[in-house]
């Protein structure tokens, strides 16, 4: 399966779609909106949407489509740094445990125990606790936790493929091992590769809104969606609109990757 | 079964291990006079002096090299001496013992809950996939599964708190307190259990051995009692184990959200105002729990499913 004949169900173009509209959105409003997240102006103290602010204005008067802008950008920028690391990682490491097995295999194995010992987002708290606000640090905590997933599936799915008798009748047809790996392993190990790409970008963007819910992760005055819930929280009854946005942002972020993923396995 | 047990042994040493040096490192790396920091926590920011700062440094050991303070460190948490709070000052195995309590209740509360939610529902759409429950449920499902746990929390707040007036906002005392927390996490739990209920149903009802059954002359409810729901709980058994991964986390977001005084409050309560033994103690404990339960659910696994004894 090319990616040119990848065949996408409808509930995965649905996904698609809202993952494209908000990405369009947050490119847009990047390029073309003349706002800034930070800027504010009491003045405008929660405004309705209007002709100059489209989505309103928030408690200190600052712009929520520049705020929504930086904040979706924020998302899809860790999401996609968090899932290119793990996906390399985890599956670099997956077929060569899987691969080679013997004495790799049993430290990777023993490295994923340990780190599967603590519940991820307990991890990430702790790593994001050492350095406060630091995108870096949440970058390398949640990838720390993601790459797990990938790490475990593929070595399952590449100790599979080489013990079949395909790989084995191409092995002693003399074949190297970069045409073992795209012949044999690859074909095998993709379409989980993907699925699990998308559920990565998923909790990535889940575990990112879920430490800033929290007040631990990025601080203020940074626009990022689970702290401005947060924030938003006490004008929750005279701006309901307000505290809508970001709120409705997550449900489409996640809603979309978990489509776009297709069905658990 | 020993190398069940020896397993899940060093992984939690390797989470006490691994808290323990995380804290350290983040002892180590807070800005500022650690012993101004400190004091200041203790006796509010305007009365710290100078001899304050000292009698803490003092009392601290923070003067001593990283190697040295590293190796006390471990050696305090070997023998379980969790320290005190800086905040409140009392020993945080205290502290952690009380949160805990709270914290297996609000658990138990949910698990039942969203066993309650999930085993009908889940047994019910089994039985006819591809039907116009089993789409409706799917719906439902994926849309609970978009949010995050505290989003799920914070609507219920709006609804049943705010706008209906039926349950409080948050808080802890009276039973009626638990409700929208125990709810929220429950929802959670059974918007993924139910669809593993469902597909395990599926599997089990049109294998070959389920079909014997009813043919040798079983009625629908002796074959589902008997054959059905041993070997359909195999699967979800197994699946609780991943699932207590999000019931950690969550429990760590509805806490927040409800000010519910379990051990996920006191974590983020710890880290926000930098309480590094609290932290320790907190994120020890949910890690050692973590551990705990995921022995429990092997060792269940062990005993329902013969079959995968041999390996």
């Known amino acids: 399966m090319s990616p040119v004949t990848l065949r996408l169900r409808s509930s995965q173009w649905l996904g698609l779609a809202l993952i494209l509209s908000l990405l369009i959105f947050a490119v847009l409003e990047g390029w073309l909106h003349s706002g800034h997240y930070a800027t504010q102006n009491l003045a405008n103290y929660l405004m309705m949407p209007n002709a100059q602010e489209w989505l309103g204005t928030d408690q200190f008067g600052r712009s929520m489509m520049a705020r929504m802008g930086s904040a979706i950008r924020l998302s899809f920028l860790l999401s996609f740094f968090c899932v290119l690391t793990s996906v390399l990682l985890g599956s670099f490491l997956g077929v060569l445990a899987g691969w080679y097995g013997g004495w790799v295999d049993s430290l990777l194995n023993w490295v994923v125990n340990i780190l599967m010992a603590l519940p991820g987002l307990i991890l990430v708290l702790l790593l994001a606790a050492i350095m406060p606000g630091s995108f870096v640090m949440l ?12 790490y475990r599936v593929v070595r399952a799915l590449t100790r599979v493929a080489v013990s079949s008798p395909q790989m084995e009748a191409s092995r002693q047809l003399g074949f190297g091992r970069f045409y073992l790996f795209k012949r044999h392993i690859w074909p095998s190990v993709q379409s989980s590769v993907l699925t699990l790409a998308a559920f990565g970008a998923a909790n990535s963007i889940l575990a990112l809104a879920s430490i800033g819910f929290v007040y631990v992760g990025l601080q203020p005055p940074v626009a990022e969606l689970g702290l401005m819930v947060v924030e938003l929280l006490p004008y929750f009854d005279e701006a309901p609109w307000i505290i809508a946005q970001p709120l409705v942002a997550i449900f489409m972020l996640v809603l979309g990757f978990n489509l776009l993923a297709g069905k658990a396995k | 079964m020993k190398s069940i047990l020896l397993n899940r042994l060093i992984q939690a040493v390797m989470v006490a291990w691994g808290v323990g040096t995380l804290t350290f490192i983040f002892m180590r790396t ?160 059974a918007s993924v259990s139910s669809r593993v209920i469902r597909d395990s149903t599926h599997r089990v009802i049109h294998s070959s051995f389920y079909t014997f059954a009813r043919v040798k002359g079983l009625s629908a409810s002796q074959t589902f009692t008997r054959h059905g729901l041993r070997n359909l709980s195999v699967p979800v058994v197994a699946f609780m184990g991943i699932q207590l991964v999000g019931l950690i986390e969550g429990i760590v977001m509805v806490e927040s959200l409800f000010s519910w005084p379990g051990i996920g409050h006191g974590l983020a309560h710890a880290i926000f105002s930098r309480d590094v033994p609290m932290i320790q103690g907190t994120a020890l404990m949910m890690g050692l729990i973590f551990v705990c339960l995921n022995t429990v659910i092997d060792i269940a696994c062990y005993q329902l499913d013969p079959r995968g004894r041999l390996q």
């Not at chain 2, 500022?32 to 700062?53: C, K």
């Not at chain 2, 001496?81 to 952690?96: M, R």
């Not at chain 2, 039973?175 to 739990?189: D, F, N, W, Y």
């Open chain 2, 30 to 189: 807070l800005p500022g006079d650690m012993a101004y920091r400190i004091a200041a926590g203790r006796y509010g920011q305007d009365n710290v002096t100078a001899e304050a700062a000292e009698l803490v440094r003092q009392e601290l050991n923070l003067e001593s090299s990283p190697w040295l303070a590293y190796v006390n460190w471990l050696w305090d948490l070997v023998q379980l001496n969790l320290g005190t709070s800086l905040i409140s000052g009392a020993p945080v195995i205290h502290e952690v013992q009380h949160q805990l309590g709270h914290s297996l209740g609000l658990a138990f509360v949910a698990i039942l809950v969203s066993a309650m939610i999930a085993l009908p529902l889940g047994i019910l759409s089994g039985m006819r996939v591809g039907g116009l429950f089993d789409r409706c449920l799917l719906i439902l499902s994926a849309v609970l599964r978009a949010q995050p746990v505290f989003v799920i929390g914070l609507l219920l707040i709006l609804l049943f708190a705010v706008n209906w007036r039926i349950f409080p906002v948050a808080g802890f005392g009276t039973p009626a307190h638990i409700v929208l927390p125990a709810l929220a996490l429950a929802l959670v739990l």
């Open chain 1, 139 to 150: 970058y390398f905590a949640i990838s720390l936790v993601l790459w797990l997933e990938y």
